[in-house]
């Protein structure tokens, strides 16, 4: 029997918060395990764009096709490099939209799936909510109030965050969005898939 001193890394305790959390709303897929609410345990990512780079952007339907191939594959690396297991995760969340209907359908289905069999809860996460959480994980003290610029492939939203799961979206573009506009510009002048780096 070991003592407290004994625990290895990957043993936490019962008041851990263990999210696994899926994401495939467009053309990556991606899995992570999140130790209470800001420590990342794991972060496994497949990118599609050398897949979407022939056609000059995410085409749908070979998304969706892609996120069925990686999706089994991030999960079981994302709780291996956790450490931890099915029976030792608390939730599971998915990103549910906005995005790609079919990829989006892929995550949600294998995260239904998953929580069903495991006998956890299923927490469905609102994409661009997902992007301003992301400020907790990278800045540990942040804390809310504060405003938000979320400049996301398709997204493009200046929002006040006024507490946890508070928001008000004072600002956002009416026709494209920035993300878009980048490679759209890279298109046009011949930089190719995505715009963003190749432009800059």
């Given at each position: 029997?070991?003592?407290?001193?004994?625990?290895?890394m990957s043993e936490h305790t019962s008041e851990d918060i263990l999210i696994l959390a899926i994401e495939s709303s467009c053309d990556e897929t991606a899995a992570s395990v999140v130790k209470n609410g800001r420590e990342v345990l794991s972060n496994v990512i497949t990118s599609q764009i050398e897949t979407h780079t022939v056609y000059g952007g995410v085409v749908p339907e070979i998304a969706s096709r892609e996120h069925i191939k990686a999706v089994n594959y991030v999960i079981g690396r994302a709780l291996a490099e956790a450490g931890v297991s099915l029976e030792d995760v608390t939730a599971i969340g998915v990103t549910y939209g906005p995005g790609l209907v079919g990829a989006?359908?892929?995550?949600?289905?294998?995260?239904?799936?998953?929580?069903?069999?495991?006998?956890?809860?299923?927490?469905?996460?609102?994409?661009?909510?997902?992007?301003?959480?992301?400020?907790?994980?990278?800045?540990?003290?942040?804390?809310?109030?504060f405003v938000c610029l979320i400049v996301s492939g398709g997204h493009t939203h200046l929002v006040i965050v006024k507490d946890y799961g508070e928001f008000e979206i004072i600002g956002r573009t009416r026709d494209d969005a920035a993300g878009e506009a980048f490679d759209k510009v890279a298109r046009a002048v011949g930089l190719g898939y995505p715009g963003g780096p190749k432009g800059g």
């Open positions: 029997m070991k003592n407290d001193g004994d625990k290895t989006l359908l892929v995550g949600v289905a294998e995260a239904k799936a998953i929580a069903y069999a495991a006998k956890k809860p299923l927490i469905g996460v609102h994409h661009i909510e997902g992007h301003v959480s992301a400020n907790f994980i990278e800045n540990p003290e942040l804390e809310p109030p």
